[in-house]
């Protein structure tokens, strides 16, 4: 995949976003009088041709990030830009070009694919945006169909007659169908068996390469988002903590909560992976976004915490090599004092 440059335009970009959701009414008026919030102040950027993997544990809020990027919830406070323009507040109908470049890959092939429509109306579903039908639509779904390692033979098949990864790659097939230059992929691999994750990803990979696609790949797990990313951004509990080029946030992570992630992958080993449970990511809960821990989110889980940390909201800081990270401690960074 290609190397990110900072100094580019982003297609897509977010600042400051937020997403609260109101969880409890006052009987009274009515009026919200708690919220879960959901993504807490993210800011940052899709570079043409780049792979940004947005990584986090459940309930971490990167798929809320996601569907608030591709406009399909409207973010609370911040703003969303796509190609400089803002879309924060677009309108359906000022929507509808844009939606034609960004297309999202949901998590559950099975969910997001009409189980009464064949496969070759799902996937001219994108072609009718662009206004092909005919025979110059079949013809181009057919194309779709072996372009992501279908059959294209099995175009009037349902979709309950595909294995889980080829569903994936009908879901893949119908986002590429508009001629996207963006697609958010929101777990893309997670419900698959491990053996065809791989598949799936490199399908990903090559598409890609032959058409110059930007993909933002939304993952529990670092180990998935290995291969593909250029940039990396961890979150946790709506917060962006670490964001960095993928061979920082492996080779040297800032964060105690990516050093957790990291340790949490399973080996490669078969030997090492026998009879041994996935271990945990870190000791404890993620804390409830409805009322976070004050400080720094992760402290009740971290094993540096101080405290400063228990008190203080850690800022995102830029260290060399434009590696940003939100810790009072940052790993292998000399203290400063706290
Ligand atoms: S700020 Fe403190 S509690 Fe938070 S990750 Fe860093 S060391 Fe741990």
New binding site residues.
């Given amino acids: 995949m290609s190397a990110a440059g900072a100094d580019r335009v982003p297609l897509l970009a977010a600042s400051g976003l937020q997403q609260r959701f109101p969880v409890t009414r006052s009987l009274l008026f009515g009026r919200p009088s708690s919220y879960l919030t959901a993504v807490d102040d993210v800011s940052l950027a899709l570079h043409e041709g780049e792979t940004l993997g947005v990584v986090g544990e459940s309930g971490c809020g990167k798929t809320s990030l996601a569907r608030c990027l591709v406009r399909l919830a409207r973010p609370t406070g911040g703003t969303v830009h796509y190609r400089g323009q803002d879309i924060t507040h677009a309108s359906a109908r000022q929507l509808r070009p844009i939606r034609a470049e960004i297309q999202m890959v949901f998590q559950d092939p099975e969910a997001s694919l009409n189980p009464r429509q064949r496969v070759g109306q799902i996937v001219a579903t994108g072609l009718r945006l662009r206004g092909v039908g005919g025979s110059a639509a079949d013809r181009e779904v057919r194309n779709l169909l072996a372009q992501v390692g279908l059959n294209p033979e099995h175009v009037n098949r349902f979709p309950h007659e595909f294995s889980g990864g080829q569903r994936q790659r009908i879901g893949i097939a119908r986002a590429l169908a508009v001629q996207p230059k963006v697609i958010v992929l929101d777990e893309p691999v997670s419900a698959l068996d491990v053996s065809i994750q791989a598949q799936v990803v490199n399908l990903l990979d090559d598409l890609q390469q032959e058409q110059g696609l930007s993909y933002l790949f939304v993952a529990h797990d670092l180990a998935v988002v290995r291969h593909v990313s250029d940039r990396i951004a961890v979150m946790y509990l709506g917060q962006i903590?670490e964001l960095a080029a993928a061979d920082e946030v492996y080779g040297r992570p800032l964060?105690?909560?990516t050093a957790a992630l990291l340790a949490a992958i399973p080996s490669t080993d078969p030997a090492r992976r026998r009879g041994r449970h996935r271990p945990a990511v870190a000791p404890g809960e993620p804390g409830n976004p409805i009322s976070p821990p004050p400080g720094?989110r992760?402290?009740p889980r971290?094993g540096?915490?101080?405290d400063v940390?228990r008190t203080t909201q850690?800022p995102l800081v830029a260290y060399s090599g434009g590696h940003l990270a939100?810790?009072?401690?940052?790993l292998g960074v000399e203290s400063v004092g706290s």
Avoid: K, L, Q, W
């Fill in positions: 903590v964060h105690p909560y720094c992760f402290h971290c540096r915490a101080t940390c850690p939100a810790c009072h401690h940052p």
